[in-house]
């Protein structure tokens, strides 16, 4: 009985598997029509859709959202583009097999947006050279191929920002700083916020917990609820979904700083201001430079970095919340002024490390790559980074 | 053997003839209800989910159209539905074989996870001084042996202290995710100012793949697999007493079998091909070591082994159904713009319809 | 004193969800049915809670909604494991992949929807005792129902004639045939109210404590109430402890973390998990005893379907 079963199970194998060679010769040439490139023969030109792929659901009210909603303005600026959007796409290789999917239906530009997509785009922007693949968030090392990219917005800066109106609103200058894992990005937060705080009240602290997850409501409520009895009493956040923070800062009758999205109405009384993407332009700006046939050689074609100094920062302040002083608004106007300047900076040396060394020397600043790979607390924060 | 004997049978002889039709016929009509069953089970699973995703304001007909073209008329599809099966059918095969002897693993998802861990561990100490197939080799070893060890642990809580392994081995997954971050973001994290993984595998190193598919050669360890799992549960001495374990233990006991040391094997075996699922994911596809490495590879093969009714070569069969409907998803989120999740809809009602409804009836547990 | 208050209470607060949970599957087990769909159970009940909350503005509703989603869903394992013999690991794992499809499915445009949610009252005089009340008497109504709930699940298991059926059928199911029930009755109604209770502790998370829905927001806790009735030996009196000394270990983390401890966040992290396989190990052989004896035949062999 099992021999025969396993007789005509190995029959079948062999058939299914006979039938997907014969089926993967032909194939290859037939299902990408289009392969050839336009005229210009350029990277990323001659598409009929555009590709965005997210790590996590298109909802959250967070980071992924604010990539979906900016998709839209992309489509409403290229109508003759088919916007393809994939979610909860993981960060390992099967973000690969998405992007193909997508290369299949027509796309020629694929928006990889999360930190850990970069493997993945790299990977199809080398099996596919007349496709363009643009990473959110992350670098490249060394010289990036002629179809690939990475850009991002320098989210310190306004987070620095923020850090002002917290550090001016904290009566017991304990600032609360929920965060998911210590990446460069979240470290650089961070540490900007608090130096943002400081720049106003020296005695102001932040206080970091972790919840080792981009978004699970039961730990994040309870990192709050550690960091209230602290006496922590401004609460802001790296996390995907920001929700459940907001609200437990706001039932606790404490300030919030928002991140990635603007959630003014979920703490009408505790709201400061957030950091808040505002994606859309500079898409339409990469899409634009694709589509004509710049890109190989251009700005994108590199670790694109937009901050203050550089043109339009994608990562906005938010509206104030009704407890800012008009003093205080000021003061921030002032330095954001100050940041896109040429002698700004939220690292603006001297700089000290956690432990009291020196980060960055006086009077330096760090370029932007260099802050892109921070890797330690600045003096200030009480947390360690998983050590 | 008797089939043997049937076919030495001159044909050309008529009652001889008549004894093999009306054999066949009897065959034919012993196994109808049982297709017809598959068949009607099958269709309410697909029924049920058309009307979900109708609700959905989604046209079913599209829907499956789009994910059948999307999934079967591509070569790419295709290959990714082997790359895809290869870890899933072993994971699978790692609930088999416990199960032949009345366990349940559940913990897959685990061994899965520190098989990888063990292969990179490895992998990426050797790979720059030895030549790839040695290390290729070494890593499987330390893959096999890292998952025998993990599910050893709830194999020694089950048998000394009489801790059920469902659930250990379900609470040793979440265990070993916070192993995997750990070791990436701390002592094997490639660069601190990089995104947290370790570094790359060595090209040399890393699976080979069939010539000119791009499928890499995992679909055939887990093939073999399949196929000597067969004959070690069906053929041999160990393959019965954990049949005979599975069916009756006190049974078992009293003739006198070492039951104790058959249900450590089953487990550790069990994790052992998990283990190696693990190394197959990380030397074929992954090649370093990232946060939500072989996410659901443990869950999806734990279903594919319920699907083939813990039997190894039909496991072969549910892990690429599995495989395609994971392939399938991108389908449903490209062309439909239902949700990726939707899929497990469609993957739990498959495999409700098939615990429920295509086995005849037996007494409830 | 302070880090123990907070972590007590936080015991308390982040516990009440496996509690619930907890004490469903105390009732399940009870009647011989193990049910690792509890965890889809409580997805389902934290998303019907969440979007009643939402469209009504009435959380107590959202707590029914909960409920009914959670009892429904488990229904679909009594159905399959009670009426089709299914293989309960099996089907209990089906059911959470039904609910992780249908809650993404369906829930994905709540997720930013705001609602009406439980608030915290901190109960009068009784909050006032030092120590004991911020721990117990500072929560939201759903703790404060858990307080009432868990008693009375106890007297009915134990005290009841519906309480010994229950139990019958996970001890001697033949004895109750023998008296003219259907164990098969017996056994879907112990199935479908543990998915009940489990519907409620997810409609804690969503609706009382965290005040958000998303996707896969239960993350295991429902595999450690399944653990924890393991732990507790099947009564529901012991599911308190074995929940809030749960919940403490999930709130020690944040507090530690909080206080400037330089503790690795994956150390801390893995603590639930690695708690809960000690006391299972610790526990284990004087727990095997008092399990049901239709149960043990479940845990001890578990053959494959023919």
């Given at each position: 009985?099992q ?11 062999v ?31 001659g598409g ?6 997210t ?14 909603e900016a ?5 409403e ?15 390992d ?28 785009a790299?990977?199809?922007?080398a099996?596919h050279?007349?496709?363009?693949v643009?990473q ?29 109106a917290?550090?001016?609103?904290t ?27 400081q ?14 997850s ?10 709050a ?19 459940t ?5 706001e ?30 332009p500079?898409?339409v700006?990469i ?6 046939g ?7 074609n ?49 700089v ?8 960055v ?27 | 053997?008797t ?11 008529p ?11 009897r ?18 699973a ?11 304001g ?12 999307s999934?079967?008329?591509?070569s790419?599809?295709i ?28 913990g ?26 040695v ?8 893959a ?15 048998l000394?202290?009489?801790?059920n ?10 265990v ?5 971050l ?52 069906g ?11 599975g ?6 006991r ?19 091909l ?14 370093k ?21 813990h039997k ?20 449903l ?13 469609l993957?739990?009602?498959?495999l409700?319809?098939?615990l ?10 | ?6 972590v ?17 599957e ?6 011989g ?19 009643l ?45 039904l ?20 608030q ?6 009784l909050?006032d ?22 008693p ?53 998370l ?21 653990a ?22 999930l ?32 526990l ?6 008092a ?16």
């Amino acid at each position: 009985m099992q021999h025969r079963t396993l007789k005509t199970a190995f029959a079948a194998l062999v058939a299914a598997s006979a039938l997907v060679l014969a089926a993967c010769t032909p194939a290859t040439d037939g299902t990408t029509p289009g392969t050839t490139a336009d005229a210009s023969g350029a990277p990323g030109t001659g598409g009929t859709a555009i590709g965005f792929i997210t790590v996590g659901p298109k909802d959250d009210y967070g980071y992924n959202q604010a990539v979906i909603e900016a998709s839209v303005i992309v489509g409403e600026a290229f109508p003759d583009m088919q916007i393809l959007t994939a979610e909860n796409i993981p960060e390992d290789d099967s973000a690969v097999a998405t992007m193909e999917q997508m290369i299949d239906r027509g796309a020629k530009i694929i928006f990889a947006t999360s930190y850990g997509h970069l493997d993945a785009a790299q990977k199809v922007a080398a099996a596919h050279p007349d496709v363009v693949v643009v990473q959110q968030g992350n670098a490249i090392a060394g010289e990036p191929g002629a179809n690939i990219g990475t850009y991002f917005g320098t989210v310190y800066e306004p987070m620095y920002l923020a850090g002002i109106a917290a550090g001016a609103a904290t009566e017991t200058n304990v600032l609360g700083y929920v965060y998911a894992f210590p990446i460069p990005q979240t470290i650089a937060n961070i540490n900007a916020f608090i130096r943002g705080a400081q720049s106003v009240n020296p005695e102001a602290t932040v206080v970091t917990v972790s919840t080792s997850s981009w978004c699970d409501p039961a730990a994040q409520r309870e990192a709050a609820n550690s960091l209230l009895s602290q006496g922590a009493d401004v609460l802001t956040q790296h996390q995907d979904c920001t929700k459940t923070v907001i609200d437990a800062a706001e039932a606790a009758g404490v300030y919030t700083v928002g991140y990635h999205a603007d959630a003014s109405e979920l703490a009408p009384a505790g709201w400061l201001t957030g950091a808040v993407w505002d994606w859309g332009p500079l898409y339409v700006d990469i899409v634009e430079n694709i589509t004509v046939g710049d890109f190989t050689g251009g700005p994108f074609n590199a670790n694109y970095r937009v901050g203050y100094k550089t043109g339009t920062n994608p990562f906005v302040l938010a509206g104030y919340g009704p407890s800012v002083s008009a003093e205080t608004i000021a003061l921030i106007a002032e330095q954001q002024a100050w940041l896109g300047s040429d002698e700004g900076s939220p690292f603006l040396g001297p700089v000290l490390a956690q432990d009291g060394s020196e980060a960055v020397a006086d009077g330096v600043i760090p370029s932007y790559d260099e802050l892109d790979g921070m890797n330690y607390f600045v003096a200030g924060v009480i947390g360690n980074l998983a050590n | 053997m008797t089939a043997h004997v049937d076919t030495d049978v001159d044909p050309q002889a008529p009652p001889a003839q008549a004894t093999w039709q009306s054999k066949l016929a009897r065959a034919g009509l012993r196994a109808l209800p049982h297709v017809g069953r598959w068949a009607a089970a099958i269709a309410g699973a697909l029924l049920i989910f058309s009307i979900l995703v109708s609700f959905k304001g989604a046209n079913p007909i599209d829907v499956f159209g789009d994910m059948w073209t999307s999934t079967f008329s591509r070569s790419r599809s295709i290959g990714e539905i082997f790359i895809r099966m290869a870890p899933l059918a072993l994971a699978a095969l790692a609930v088999v074989v416990p199960a032949r002897a009345g366990m349940i693993n559940v913990g897959g998802e685990g061994q899965v996870i520190v098989g990888a861990v063990a292969a990179a561990g490895v992998g990426l100490a050797t790979d720059q001084v030895l030549p790839g197939g040695v290390v290729l080799l070494l890593m499987a070893i330390a893959a096999i042996l890292a998952g025998a060890l993990w599910a050893g642990i709830a194999a020694l809580l089950r048998l000394v202290f009489n801790v059920n392994e469902a659930v250990t081995t379900l609470l040793l997954n979440f265990v070993s995710l916070d192993l995997l971050l750990f070791l990436i973001y701390q002592p094997w994290r490639e660069s601190p100012t990089q995104q947290p993984a370790t570094r790359q595998l060595a090209t040399e190193a890393q699976l080979p793949t069939l010539a000119a598919t791009g499928v890499h050669v995992g679909i055939v360890v887990a093939v073999i697999a399949a196929v000597v799992l067969a004959l070690a549960l069906g053929r041999t001495r160990w393959g019965f007493r954990l049949a005979v374990v599975g069916g009756n233990p006190e049974a078992a006991r009293r003739a006198g079998m070492p039951v104790t040391v058959l249900l450590l094997s089953a487990l550790l075996v069990g994790g052992a091909l998990a283990g190696l699922a693990g190394m197959i994911e990380f030397a074929g596809v992954e090649t370093k070591l990232r946060p939500g490495f072989g996410t659901q590879i443990g869950y999806v093969g734990f279903l594919a082994s319920w699907l083939a009714r813990h039997k190894p070569v039909p496991v072969l069969i549910a892990a690429f159904t599995l495989a395609a409907l994971a392939v399938g998803a991108d389908s449903l989120q490209l062309d439909s713009g239902l949700p990726a999740a939707t899929i497990n809809i469609l993957t739990a009602l498959l495999l409700m319809a098939v615990l429920g409804w295509t086995a005849f009836r037996k007494k409830a547990a | 004193m302070s880090i123990l208050i907070d972590v007590a209470t936080g015991g308390v607060r982040g516990g009440t969800s496996i509690l619930y949970a907890g004490v469903g599957e105390t009732v399940s087990e009870r009647s011989g049915v193990i049910n690792l769909g509890t965890e889809g159970s409580m997805l389902g009940g934290a998303l019907a809670a969440y979007v009643l909350a939402a469209e009504t503005g009435n959380p107590w509703l959202g707590v029914l909604g909960g409920a009914i989603a959670g009892a429904v869903l488990s229904s679909v394992h009594g159905v399959l494991v009670v009426r089709r013999g299914a293989n309960q690991f099996a089907s209990g794992l089906a059911v959470l992949f039904l609910a992780l499809g249908l809650t993404s499915l369906f829930g994905a445009a709540y997720v930013g929807r705001t609602i009406t949610s439980f608030q915290n009252y901190a109960i009068p005089i009784l909050s006032d005792i030092p120590v004991l009340g911020p721990i117990l008497f500072n929560h939201d109504p759903l703790v404060y129902l858990s307080y009432v709930v868990v008693p009375v699940v106890w007297y009915v298991l134990f005290r009841t004639r519906v309480g010994l059926l229950i139990r019958t059928a996970g001890e001697r199911s033949e004895a109750l045939t023998v008296h003219g029930f259907k164990v098969k009755n017996v056994r879907m109604l112990a199935v479908t109210v543990g998915g009940l209770f489990a519907g409620i502790g997810g409609a804690h998370l969503s609706i009382a404590y965290t005040n958000s829905w998303f996707e896969n927001m239960i993350a295991g806790r429902g595999f450690i109430a399944v653990a924890l009735v393991i732990f507790a030996s099947w009564s529901p009196l012991r599911v308190f402890a074995g929940a809030y000394l749960f919940g403490a270990a999930l709130a020690l983390g944040p507090a530690l973390q909080a206080r400037g401890f330089g503790i690795n966040q994956f150390a801390l992290h893995v603590i639930p998990f690695v708690l809960t396989l000690v006391v299972l190990a610790v526990l284990g052989r004087r727990t095997i005893s008092a399990a049901p004896a239709e149960l043990k035949r479940v845990f001890e062999n578990a053959p494959p379907d023919p």
